[in-house]
């Protein structure tokens, strides 16, 4: 499948490169950059961890679906936040309004990128409830329109990757 849409979606569980790929995505493409998880933090003057511990992981989905329908209006490649896809009605405002990648590898490689970087509370835990959520989150990731492999791929290889997607 070839596209020409200008809104991109990158998802995918966390470490799977989103924010990383995404910014690289941008830069060859022409196109604005946002983070999800950065437009969230500066939206409500609070890190991630922060909103996590204050509030709970409910509130901080609803913070996000709202932020998704906010950004969901403009023209840019847009790294979401790994849990984005659990919500049916955000899925359906990012097949709705742009073109939705899903950035895949499995669970052991996803692990090994993210086991040190604290600033995901859900990471936090143990490795087998991790793995779980993993595996339960998988359909969800599926139902995007194209999927990078990108096991063994650095990420400027997962950006030519989905550059092969786009129409000249
Ligand atoms: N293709 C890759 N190969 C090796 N390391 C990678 C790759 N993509 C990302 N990384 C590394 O994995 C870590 C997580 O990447 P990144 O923050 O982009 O993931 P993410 O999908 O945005 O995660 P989150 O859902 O938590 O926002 C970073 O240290 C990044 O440098
Ligand atoms: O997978 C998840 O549920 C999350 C991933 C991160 O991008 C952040 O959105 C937050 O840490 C939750
Ligand atoms: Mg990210």
Redesign the pocket.
Known sequence: MKTSKKTIYLTG??GAGKSTVGKLLAQKLGLGFIDL?EYIEEKSGKT?PEIFTDSGEAC?RNL?SEALREVSVKTAVIST???VTEKEENRKLMKRTGTVFFLDAPFYVLYERIRDDKS???ARGEKEVLRERYENRRPGYEWAALTLDTKGCSPYEVVQKALQHFDE
């Open positions: 569980f966390m998880d991630i901080f996000e936040g790994g849990g995901r509370p859900l």
